[in-house]
């Protein structure tokens, strides 16, 4: 007995055949979560300000991260590798890739962190600080585009985050 193939659509099928360049994503993240993070800063976040941020920034904020994690697990001397399912790109090569300033990019990381997209952590080498990325796969999202961690608990975002802080000067 033959297996059959399932016709898939355009070049799909090439792409999956091939081993470079495919990576998976989760369409409900695109379909739910995304859409609502963003109708919540528009409608609910920044909805008495007259100028609002480009919120939608995050969707190409999270797949250029998507794009650049380490996924080899260990290192080439066989030891585990800590930057395993890291993106480490620098803030300038992320500036640079999305044309963004540099207080975007810590906002838009911020967003997807306290939505459970993203989980950030800072590394130091020596003195020199990195920020890497820890994008997921989100494999469980409910129906309303909220994810669900891996306890099974729903993420309910703080929204203090998409406002960035104000420093006041001292007047002397």
Not at 57 to 76: C, E, K, P
Not at 77 to 96: H, K, P, Q, V
Request: proline content about 5%; aromatic content about 12%; charged content about 30%.
């Amino acid at each position: 007995m033959s297996e059959v193939v399932k016709p898939l659509p355009n070049d799909k099928r090439e792409l999956l055949d091939s081993s470079a360049g495919y990576e998976t994503y989760n369409r409900e993240l695109v379909r739910k979560v995304f859409p609502r993070i963003i109708n919540e800063a528009y409608d609910v976040v920044f909805a008495e300000s007259r100028r609002k941020p480009e919120i939608r920034d995050i969707v190409a904020f999270y797949f250029l991260l998507q794009s650049y994690i380490d996924g080899n697990h260990t290192r080439a001397d066989g030891t585990y590798n800590d930057r395993f399912g890291a993106c480490f790109l620098s803030y300038e090569a992320i500036m640079g890739a999305l044309r963004i300033e540099r207080n975007r990019v810590k906002l838009l990381a911020d967003i997807l962190d306290t939505n459970g997209i993203i989980r950030s952590a800072s590394h130091y080498e020596g003195t020199r600080r990195f920020k890497w990325y820890f994008p997921s796969y989100c494999p469980r999202i409910t129906d309303d585009g909220h994810i669900v961690d891996e306890d099974g608990i729903v993420i309910m975002p703080d929204h203090s985050v998409y406002k960035p802080r104000r420093t006041t000067a001292k007047v002397a």
